[in-house]
């Protein structure tokens, strides 16, 4: 190694040359200094401060209970079935279905089948619960049913519909389909689309 400024040779570590370490410059003044000092900036308050002024707090995570992973999972073993039952009627199936509505924006149905040209159009929704769903599906899915027509809404309810919730969704002409587990559904499924045609 040779010197930039005298050309003298550099062999001997702390007698000829001296490792300096680390240097930060400033860009905007050209100021050099070894170590820059790490500041935060609250986006809140607009207040600078150091890790050493900073007030550590719990940031809090969630995790799902077993019965939400068992709902969630549930809806999701239960779409293949479903579609695949379609799919051997003759149907085209997606899933999720996006449909353009009548409004200009897409709709989301959990099963969108089509069979025959657009001759026959399901729009399948989920709805599980521990208990009898209540009339929210029903209502969401009429609405959806509505702005996509001419659809067949059916409702597909885990383990069933309350009574009101029933009696809206005839007023509605929602198809419902009930079962206490998947097995039922599935096979209360298949018999819909045979009486169906």
């Known amino acids: 190694m040779v010197c930039p400024g005298c050309n003298a040779r550099l062999e001997a570590l702390d007698v000829d040359y001296r490792k300096a370490g680390e240097w930060f410059e400033c860009r905007a003044c050209g100021r050099r200094f070894d170590t820059p000092v ?3 900036f609250c986006r809140k308050c607009k207040q600078e401060f150091t890790a050493r002024e900073a007030v550590l707090v719990d940031a809090y995570s ?3 209970t077993k019965q939400a992973l068992e709902e969630f999972s549930g809806g999701f073993t239960l779409l ?3 579609s695949e039952v379609l799919e051997k009627r003759g149907y085209r199936v997606e899933s999720p279905g996006l449909v353009k ?3 200009g924006t897409n ?3 959990n099963i969108f089948a089509v069979k025959g040209g657009d001759n026959r159009r399901l729009a399948v929704d989920l709805a599980l619960s521990d208990q009898p769903v ?3 599906p029903v209502i969401a899915l009429f609405a959806k ?3 996509t027509s001419p659809v067949q809404p059916v409702l597909v309810a885990v383990p069933g519909l309350a009574e009101k919730a029933r009696r809206l969704a005839s007023t509605y002409r929602i198809e419902v389909v009930e079962g206490k587990d998947s097995g039922e559904v599935v096979k209360a499924f298949e018999t819909f689309l045979k009486q169906a045609g």
């Open 107 to 109: 709709v989301a149905f």
């Open 62 to 64: 969630y995790q799902a």
């Open 134 to 136: 209540g009339e929210e």
């Open 80 to 82: 293949q079935p479903l």
């Open 101 to 103: 509505g009548m409004s």
């Open 38 to 40: 790490l500041k935060h």
């Open 145 to 147: 049913a509505f702005d």
